[in-house]
């Protein structure tokens, strides 16, 4: 059974560093992909950046300037890092495994119950 | 980047109605299309992938359908458990991307 668990700060002041870890069981790190996706209140779904298998990483093109996907495969662990935060990064902020097979893709299935993290002046 | 224009943004619905959400792609993303169920305070629920693949265990209420940019998602059938905010996502391409949002809320 596929398990993702995000564990974030909380609170963040305004031009800090925002850092969230997604702890994965069940699913392996290095066969499938892992994204990060984010809901700010009342909002839609944002998606932000995958890192892949092989390690490779892609992002979304608003954000990119300002954020970082890594893993340590050995403690099961995917880390999302943003920067410059500002208080419209205020959003509850999830990780979501490939975890679905379709049509020759894999597709986000498997999602954590997310991290409520507000930024704050 | 590939651009998603979900319609409508809301839905009015009667139990036992069929309800019919679309998704417009800005290239064709040959039917790498998913559609997700969110209720409020939850994670997102993949309920179909492929355009119109039903997951395991998701009632043959919900169904998808479409090819190259247009893409549709339907419920036959509301039920109460179905008001819930509904998303396409793209995932041809990365950046993968999200359309906008549907709220189905009962009439």
């Known amino acids: 059974q596929v398990q993702m668990k995000e564990t974030g700060p909380g609170l963040v002041q305004t031009t800090q560093t925002l850092s969230v870890t997604c702890t994965v069981s069940g699913f392996s790190l290095t066969s499938y992909g892992v994204h990060w996706v984010r809901q700010a209140p009342g909002k839609g779904l944002e998606w932000m950046g995958i890192i892949w298998g092989d390690g490779s990483t892609n992002y979304n093109s608003a954000l990119k300037s300002r954020l970082s996907i890594s893993r340590d495969t050995s403690k099961s662990q995917v880390f999302l890092t943003m920067n410059s935060l500002q208080t419209d990064d205020t959003a509850v902020y999830y990780c979501?495994?490939?975890?679905?097979?379709?049509?020759?893709?894999?597709?986000?299935?498997?999602w954590g119950q997310g991290a409520s993290v507000t930024v704050s002046s | 980047d590939i651009q998603m224009t979900q319609s409508p943004p809301s839905l009015s619905a009667s139990l036992g109605d069929k309800v019919t959400i679309t998704c417009q792609t800005s290239q064709n993303i040959n039917k790498y299309i998913a559609w997700y169920q969110q209720k409020p305070g939850k994670a997102p629920r993949l309920l179909i992938g492929f355009t119109s693949r039903l997951v395991s265990g998701i009632p043959s209420r919900f169904s998808g359908s479409g090819s190259g940019r247009d893409y549709s998602f339907s419920i036959s059938n509301v039920e109460s458990e179905d008001i819930a905010s509904y998303y396409c996502l793209q995932y041809d391409n990365s950046p993968n991307t999200f359309g906008a949002g549907t709220k189905l809320e009962l009439k």
């Open positions: 979501a495994g490939d975890n679905y097979y379709s049509g020759g893709y894999y597709v986000m299935d498997a």
